[in-house]
């Protein structure tokens, strides 16, 4: 199996900065593309960053220019940098990742189980 774990959320002002990160572990081949979703309360779950093996990556308009999204293969982590944090960019945070885990027999989807990020204004 795979399994998902991110940290790094937490309370902080508006203006500040927090990393998350998301390290994947279990079964793994090979992940095509990581990414980082958010869901407040009341809200559908919404994509905020992606990033590809091939090295592209993509954000949501609302984080461009303030969020990053990073990665490091070798250790299966995902990162999230968050920078001039607003009090809308409050959320739960999930990462996901698409991984092989059987070398030609598919990719598969699977979740972190989330972290709170909270922005005071």
């Known amino acids: 199996q795979v399994q998902l774990v991110e940290s790094g959320g937490g309370l902080v002002q508006a203006g500040g900065s927090l990393r998350l990160s998301c390290v994947a572990s279990?079964?793994?081949?090979?992940?095509?593309?990581m990414a980082w979703y958010r869901q407040a309360r009341g809200n559908q779950r919404e994509l905020v960053a992606t990033s590809t093996s091939g090295g592209s990556t993509n954000y949501a308009d609302s984080v461009k220019g303030r969020f990053t999204i990073s990665r490091d293969n070798a250790k299966n982590t995902v990162y999230l940098q968050m920078n001039s944090l607003k009090p809308e960019d409050t959320a739960v945070y999930f990462c996901?990742?698409?991984?092989?885990?059987?070398?030609?027999?598919?990719?598969?989807?699977?979740w972190g189980q989330g972290t709170q990020v909270t922005v005071s204004s």
């Open positions: 279990g079964s793994i081949v090979s992940i095509s593309t």
């Open positions: 996901n990742d698409i991984v092989m885990k059987v070398p030609g027999q598919g990719w598969f989807s699977y």
